[in-house]
């Protein structure tokens, strides 16, 4: 499930908030968050997290229509090559120690977060704006 995270996949973190709803711990105030894609088809970690937390699957099937099929994007081995040769040289250097010394997987997911996640987000053409170049050469928006 961490991986799923750390690839952008948010399914788990709306089961906990589909929780707190069944729960009833929350408030009218409470705005519903974004349904993330794929709620309809979730992982084998993603099933086991709801029958681990007891998630009533009518509340997820009714939370599923709302949801957009996933497209879990394979990353490229050139594309991603591509967009870490664009990465400032202190960048790169200081990943590629703090991944030695730490020998995880934090970094990796630190670094997606700055850059380009394919899956999660939408990209534009950074060769004119100066952006942080993503595979196959856009740039993130947010």
């Not at 939370?63 to 090559?81: G, I, T, W, Y």
């Not at 060769?127 to 947010?142: H, I, K, L, Q």
């Amino acid at each position: 499930m961490r991986a799923e995270l750390a690839r952008g996949d948010l399914r788990a973190l709306y089961l906990g908030w589909l929780l707190s709803a069944q729960a009833g711990e929350l408030d009218d105030v409470d705005v519903e968050p974004i349904v993330p894609p794929g709620l309809g088809a979730l992982t084998a970690a993603q099933e086991s997290l709801v029958e681990f937390l007891y998630i009533d699957y009518d509340l997820l099937h009714v939370a599923a229509l709302a949801s957009a099929p996933f497209h879990d994007a394979e990353l490229k081995c050139e594309e991603v090559r591509a967009w870490i040769s664009k990465l400032p040289t202190v960048e790169k250097d200081d990943a590629l120690a703090r991944l030695v010394v730490n020998g995880d997987q934090a970094i990796v997911a630190e670094l997606l977060s700055q850059g380009p996640i394919e899956w999660c987000c939408q990209w534009i053409d950074a060769t004119e704006d100066g952006g942080r170049a993503a595979p196959g050469g856009g740039s993130e928006t947010r």
